[in-house]
């Protein structure tokens, strides 16, 4: 079996950005084992602000417009992640959705359910980004004092997941 794909990535976590009237963690995923470079970095912002200007919104959520976001420079070309948050009347929902541009082509097309959402490289990434909202959550909960909003911020001041 070749292993080719299962070399380590390096990823680097580029702050919270905002933008287009999103808040977002923002990771960029490099094929190289060198590490991220700053061109990557400046293609994958670029890359995520022309993906969130594609997105639309059905009116029966609350969407917060809060997340993470994943530029992940691969061996066939570059694909965005943007995991995000809302509600549906008082149940707090996940929302994920993806895009690929493949090496040679100019625009991106927007991920169909038909096709992978993450790779073996992003769910290190995703995954935990995730179980840090949920979290975040539970502590407010807990607490019983904070709103949607301060929760959002709270996730979004988080320290950045480890990775490789």
Known sequence: MNSEWAAPRRARFDGVRTGLDWRLRLYVVSSSGAGVTSRETELGND???SCLGTVTFDPDYQMFRVGTALAHFGRRGLTITLVHYGLWDDMFEVFIRGWY????RSEFEEATPADPMLCY?????ILPEIALAHSTIATAHSAGTAQWD???TAYLNARP????
């Not at 997941?161 to 490789?164: A, C, M, P, T, Y």
Request: without cysteine.
């Open 101 to 104: 541009r493949y090496n040679g």
């Open 161 to 164: 997941i480890s990775h490789g």
């Open 150 to 152: 301060e929760i959002m």
């Open 47 to 49: 890359a995520v602000d």
């Open 121 to 125: 490289h992003d769910i290190p990434i």
